[in-house]
């Protein structure tokens, strides 16, 4: 991107606490990021927050209105349809027309994945998106992205496949792995252990030379940081994520339990407040903000629908880090060449 400013779209009206906590959000971001924002929704609404967080004067703060709203009780398709002029539609549209280079949306992220593929497409190649969630592990300062976690009830095979390629260009240009190491989600660390499924998708993994396929990962792998790429189908890998948040939630609340009260309890505390910073960095999922949606042609970042101001800066952070490292070109060029070089026996296989 060279010192061109990333532009991203923000679906400003998509979540729990919008507009609000998106805004104020978003507008941390611009300023410490560098970034320019393109806040979509109600105009008034957005423009009486920006002024009220500090943005009044930004000029990389801009506003762009969208007359309605996908709720979460809305079906997707249905309603992208009956809404063109939803906040996501028209934050999708912005990419398209080349006005934005990202998406950010802590709406309903069905509407959003939907919107994604009406409007941009779907890269060359990738037979359906996953949407892919990075999560800590045991070791400090390094990530495993998890995917599908919800874009893809059923799979076959290739589509997981597809997963790992896409899974394994995004963890080494942005989370910087030399040779990122593959695991198949799975009962047991043997080849012939699990379904159909896993069975036929263990062999294309193996079989296939531009990944590095260390084999099974068991539930227990999965943040050992053994693995960079975990793939799964999204009916798994959702149950996964949800399960992994829930547990940061329930370590955070345990330490914040167990620290002793009183002078002694206050004292203790403040001496480790810096530890204590560090393992709520780690575990907490707003430091983390969202999820990549891998496979359309274009960067859109799927944010919890609880999201606060902090979660979205921080998935404003993960759609610069995938712009600046220009992720979706790198996964365009590898399908082109890969479609290149197999025969057609190869890529109807499976």
């Keep these: 991107m060279g010192l061109t400013r990333a532009r991203i779209a923000v679906d400003a009206m998509g979540g729990d606490f919008a507009p609000e906590e998106i805004v104020a959000g978003a507008i941390q971001a611009s300023a410490e990021l560098g970034v320019d924002v393109l806040l979509v929704g109600d105009e008034q609404q957005i423009n009486s927050l920006v002024k009220k967080h500090g943005g009044k004067n930004s000029e990389q703060i801009k506003v762009i209105h969208a007359e309605d709203v996908i709720t979460m009780k809305e079906e997707p398709l249905v309603g992208i349809r009956r809404k063109p002029k939803a906040s996501i539609n028209v934050a999708m549209h912005l990419v398209k027309e080349k006005q934005a280079d990202a998406v950010v949306s802590a709406g309903h992220s069905g509407a959003a994945m939907a919107s ?44 997981l496949e597809q997963f790992a390629l896409m899974g394994t260009i995004y963890s080494k240009y942005v989370l910087g792995r030399p040779e990122p190491k593959v695991g198949l989600l799975n009962i047991g660390e043997e080849s012939s252990k699990g379904n159909d499924l896993a069975l036929s998708t263990h062999k294309l993994l193996a079989d296939n030379q531009q990944i590095h396929f260390l084999g099974n990962a068991e539930g227990r792998d999965v943040l050992s940081g053994e693995f960079d790429i975990i793939v799964c189908d999204g009916f798994v890998g959702n149950i996964v994520l949800k399960f992994a948040e829930a547990i ?69 952070r993960l759609a610069k880090e995938a712009i600046d490292n220009e992720v979706l070109e790198k996964i365009k060029d590898n399908n082109q060449q890969q479609s290149v070089t197999e025969t057609p026996t190869e890529a109807t296989a499976n």
């Excluded at 990738?126 to 495993?144: N, Y």
């Excluded at 998890?146 to 059923?154: E, H, I, K, R, W």
């Excluded at 009260?261 to 707003?286: E, F, S, V, W």
């Design 116 to 159: 994604a593929l009406l409007r941009l497409g779907r890269i060359k190649g990738i037979e359906r998106p996953a949407i892919g969630a990075v999560l800590p592990t045991i070791i400090p300062d390094q990530s495993v992205i998890v995917l599908d976690v919800g874009a893809n009830v059923d799979c076959k095979a290739r589509y």
């Design 248 to 316: 940061g939630e329930v370590m955070l609340q345990i330490m914040k339990e167990e620290l002793p009260q009183g002078l002694h309890g206050k004292l203790g505390t403040a001496i480790l407040k810096p530890n204590l910073m560090n393992i709520k960095r780690r575990i907490d999922r707003a430091e983390h903000g969202g999820a990549l949606l891998f496979g359309v042609a274009g960067i859109c970042i799927i944010s919890h629908g609880s999201s606060r101001r902090g979660s979205m800066f921080s998935a404003i």
